[in-house]
């Protein structure tokens, strides 16, 4: 399966979303690292999984107040 992977700012050209809204806003409570994101070769850049992305904006779905994002991908909801 092909990935299109991005930066912080291609994503936020893409999403219209400031990049520390993305950052700050987006990391690990809507966008989840292994789902969304990766972190390749255990650094600190960050590459969006783009197809990912866009799948999580078109399913409508709100995260809500007492979703808990757990390590595996999944949420728990509270």
């Known amino acids: ?16 979303y400031d990049v ?18 990766i972190k390749p070769f255990g650094r600190r850049k960050i590459l969006y999984l783009w197809e990912a992305v866009e799948e999580e904006m078109l399913s409508g779905r709100q995260t809500g107040e007492m979703d808990i994002p757990m390590a595996n991908g999944a949420v728990c909801h509270g």
């Not at 399966?1 to 219209?16: C, D, F, N, V």
């Not at 520390?20 to 969304?36: A, F, M, P, Y």
């Open 1 to 16: 399966m092909a990935h299109t992977y991005l930066t912080t700012e291609e994503l936020s050209e893409r999403i219209k």
């Open 20 to 37: 520390r809204t993305i950052r700050q806003q987006l990391n690990d409570s809507v966008l989840l690292e292994g789902k969304h994101y």
